[in-house]
Nanobody, 125 residues
Framework: QVQLVESGGDLVQPGGSLRLSCVAS????????IGWFRQAPGKEREGVSC????????YYADSVKGRFTISRDNVKNTVYLQMNSLKPDDTAVYYC??????????????????WGQGTQVTVSS
């Protein structure tokens, strides 16, 4: 079965940290560009970060730049999103998605091959 599964979401206080994981099964992430997206209640889904297959293209939304770090471990078929200095505005369901393409960073939530089911991140005191 081909799927992406996110994990690592939790309730955390402002200033705290979380690491999200996105594990692929049924296909090899080596050939896929990966994006992390989030959707808060009443808002559209937005791009958070993305990483190309060779990790030579990485992009962050301005709102998370300097606080979030994306990485990938193709041996483990996993992509991570390290989130530090979390703010209440980071509260959302976080999704990972994959597109089979090289030399591209996927930052728009359109036309992607696979999506995970999402993991809830809540930042609150």
């Amino acid at each position: 079965q081909v799927q992406l599964v996110e994990s690592g979401g939790d309730l955390v206080q402002p200033g705290g940290s979380l690491r999200l994981s996105c594990v692929a099964s049924g296909f090899t992430l080596d050939y896929y560009a990966i994006g992390w997206f989030r959707q808060a209640p009443g808002k559209e889904r937005e791009g958070v970060s993305c990483i190309s297959t060779r990790e030579d293209i990485i992009y962050y939304a301005d709102s998370v730049k300097g606080r979030f770090t994306i990485s990938r471990d193709n041996v483990k078929n996993t992509v991570y999103l390290q989130m530090n200095s979390l703010k209440p505005d980071d509260t959302a369901v976080y999704y990972c998605a994959a597109l089979e393409v090289h030399d591209v960073c996927v930052f728009a939530p359109l036309g992607l091959d696979y999506w995970g089911q999402g993991t809830q991140v809540t930042v609150s005191s």
